[in-house]
C-alpha cells in the first residue's frame, strides 16, 4: 500500500494489554511477594500468556475452529502457574489470587486516556465541525471523527474491568473481544471483528498495537498499521513494514494527523529505525 492510496482512516483500533495497559504493572506486587524475581515471572508470564494463545489457535482442526480456545482469563492462570513453576516459586493459592487481582486492574500508561480523550473530541478533518459525542455516529465518513475501538484477546469481562479502572469508560465505540470469535490474534478471524464493526475495508482502519507480532498479523490482514513501540524493540524480521511507528501515543496523534494532511503524499517517509521510539511514516507498507 502507498501514502497515496491511504485513505483517512473510517477508524482507530487499539491493542488492549501491553498498548493500553500495562501488563507489567504488576511487577511491583511481583516483587513484594518473591524478591528479586518480580521482574522475571512478570516476564516470563507475559511470555507464556502469548505463546498460549497463539498454540491454543494454531492447534485447531480445520473444520473445527475454536477446538482447543480457552478464555484469555483461564490462559493467563495458567501462564502464571508455569512461569512460576518455571522459576522455582511457591505459588500459594492467596499469591495466585492477588497477581490475577493485579492484573484485571492493570494500569494505563500514563499517555493512553489523553490521546484517547483527545482523539474523542477531535473535530473532523474534513469539515471542521465537532466530533460525534459519545455514543453517536462515528466513522461513517467525511464529517465525523473516526471511530475509536479496542480489538483484544481478552475476554468480555476482563475488558469491561480493565476499561472502568484505567478510566477509559466511554471513549469507545466498541470494546471488540475475539471471545466472539474463538480465535486469537494473529488469526484473520480475530482482526475481521474491527471491520464488521464499523463496515470499513482493512485499509480504512488504522490499527495500533505495541505488539510487534500483532501489527505483522494486522499488516498482512490489510489494516494500515501504526506500531506503538513502547519497549524500543527491534523489528519483528517478518518480513512486515507498519505504516507508521513510534513510541507514544503523541507520535500516534502526529501519524494520523499526517494522514489528514493535504501534503501527506509529498514524501513523507522517513528512513528512521521501525525498531526506534522517533515517528516514522513509511510511504511503502
Known sequence: MSATTTPFPKAVIF???????????????????????????????????????????????????????RPFWDITLDALRFAAKKLHLTLS????????????????????????RQLRDAPSASSGS?????????????GSRPGLAILSNGNPQMLDIAVKSAGMTGLFDHVLSVDTVRAYKPSPAAYSLGTQAFGAEPREIVFVSSNG???AGASWFGFTTFW??????????????????????????????????????????????????????????
Not at 511481583?30 to 500468556?49: I, Y
Not at 528512521?272 to 511503502?284: F, K
Request: net charge neutral; glycine share 14%; proline share 7%.
Open 228 to 285: 506503538l513501540n513502547r519497549q524500543n524493540a527491534p523489528a519483528e524480521e517478518l518480513g512486515v513494514t507498519p505504516r507508521g511507528a513510534g513510541g507514544g501515543m503523541n507520535d500516534l496523534l502526529a501519524f494520523l494527523k499526517s494522514l489528514a494532511s493535504p501534503d501527506r503524499n509529498r514524501g513523507t517517509g522517513s528512513t528512521g529505525n521501525p525498531g526506534g521510539s522517533r515517528t516514522r511514516h513509511s510511504p511503502g507498507a
Open 93 to 116: 493459592r492467596a499469591a495466585e489470587k492477588r497477581l490475577m487481582d493485579e492484573y484485571a486492574c492493570l494500569s494505563a500508561f500514563p499517555d493512553a486516556v489523553p490521546a484517547l
Open 213 to 215: 507480532w500483532d501489527v
Open 130 to 142: 465537532t466530533s460525534a459525542p459519545s455514543g453517536g455516529k462515528a466513522g461513517a465518513g467525511a
Open 15 to 69: 491493542d488492549a494489554y501491553g498498548t493500553l495497559f500495562d501488563v507489567h504493572s504488576v511487577i511491583a506486587a511481583a516483587e513484594q511477594m518473591f524478591p528479586g524475581h518480580g521482574d522475571a515471572l512478570s516476564q516470563l508470564w507475559r511470555q507464556k500468556q502469548i505463546e498460549y494463545t497463539q498454540l491454543r489457535t494454531l492447534a485447531d482442526p480445520a473444520g473445527a475452529p475454536g477446538a482447543h480456545y
